[in-house]
């Protein structure tokens, strides 16, 4: 097996480790406090190529691989969870979706100026609807209804938990059309959000990645254009589960990054901080923790680029990244759980940044499917 970062991935790693420090790290605390999109941040990952990896250049994205993508995710992660859930919505669900199954037109429309993050001067990125009041983990429990009219769809309902709800201009709508067929009557739309019928929700105040655009978004007598359906008639549902089996690389990288911010600054501060007359890094209890930290995240880093490799190569990567996610997502809540207890008080202040890296935590246990679910994919292959 073959262990080894070329120096194409080298550069890109650093590219987004210095975007992290000096573009995310300056207010960062204020946005998250202030619950502040970080609108310059995102400006500057399109001016970066960050915002459409994957994608093909000759529909504006950079052409990358899997892993630079799981890379550019770790480091900004570390440092900011809210800009870098903007990121993987747009490479992982939004642009890897049209770039995947999208015709030669609806790419030409949509997903280029998607994957350059921009159109017009203006910022141009898209959201993942999924979600519902009564269909989460449950997905084939679609109440979003698209009624075919002949040469357009009528698109009715709601959806909930919508990342960069309020931001995006493009929605991949995933909706029922025929209630008979179950599952394979469900359809995925291309639906701009500017459309008459198409109303945005007050945005969520959640616990974590606070200055990220959660919105629920309502659709009442939306006309949406037979061309803008994605696939065959009946095919919405296994985009969306497809779909979500690259996302979840992505929200594993995440959770891979706050899990290795959290473990860098307990580090940093174990060898400064002294207790007792002595460095705490010199206590064997936080040495057996910081090993711990460092253990269990080199597992998940080595899960999440399994999985990114598989993903390369072609093969089913479904369930290699339903365990990257599992695995990264708890580790990370657990690492940043550990961090605050190194920090002691001070890891209880926002200022030491360990607090909202242990919010942010919490929410890659659920999105993009929790743990429960993805125990469930794991378990369904273990069991064929």
Wanted: net charge negative.
């Amino acid at each position: 097996m073959q262990f080894v970062i070329t120096e194409e991935h080298e550069m890109i790693r650093k590219a987004a480790r210095d975007f992290a420090i000096n573009d995310c790290l300056p207010g960062v605390i204020e946005r998250d406090e202030h619950q502040r999109f970080p609108i310059e941040q995102i400006r500057r990952l399109a001016e970066l190529g960050f915002m459409g990896m994957m994608v093909d250049p000759q529909y504006g994205g950079s052409g990358l691989d899997s892993i630079s993508y799981v890379l550019a995710m770790e480091e900004i992660s570390k440092v900011d969870a809210s800009v870098s859930v903007c990121m993987s919505v747009n490479n992982s669900l939004v642009c890897w979706g049209l770039d995947t199954y999208g015709t030669v037109e609806q790419k030409s429309k949509y997903l280029t100026p998607l994957a350059q993050g921009m159109k017009d001067n203006e910022l141009y990125i898209g959201a993942f609807l999924l979600s519902e009041p009564e269909a989460g983990s449950d997905a084939t429990s679609q109440h979003t209804v698209a009624e075919d009219k002949g040469d357009h769809y009528l698109l009715n309902g709601a959806k909930n938990w919508i990342t960069n709800g309020g931001t995006a201009s493009v929605y991949l709508v995933i909706a029922q059309t025929d209630h008979s067929k179950g599952s394979r009557g469900i359809n995925a739309f291309i639906v701009e959000k500017n459309w008459p019928g198409v109303t945005v929700g007050p945005k969520e105040n959640k616990m974590g990645i606070r200055a990220s655009d959660t919105h629920p978004i309502m659709f009442q007598d939306v006309k949406v254009p037979k061309e803008n359906r994605i696939g065959e008639d009946g095919f919405g549902f296994k985009f969306a589960m497809n779909t979500l089996n690259g996302g979840r690389i992505g929200i594993a990288a995440q959770a891979l990054g706050i899990a290795s911010g959290a473990y860098e600054r307990s580090l940093a501060y174990a060898r400064e901080r002294k207790a007792f007359g002595k460095r705490l890094a010199d206590h064997q209890a936080i040495q057996f923790k910081l090993a711990d930290m460092a253990t269990r995240i080199e597992a998940a880093r080595l899960l999440c680029y399994k999985a990114a490799w598989e993903k390369d190569m072609g093969q089913d990567y479904a369930t290699s990244s339903a365990m990257a996610k599992v695995f990264a997502s708890e580790t990370a809540m657990w690492t940043t759980t550990e961090a605050v207890q190194v920090h002691g008080g001070y890891g209880y202040v926002k200022e030491y940044h360990v607090e909202r890296l242990m919010r942010d935590a919490k929410i890659t246990q659920i999105y993009e499917g929790t743990s429960e679910v993805q125990r469930m994919v794991i378990s369904r292959a273990a069991l064929k």
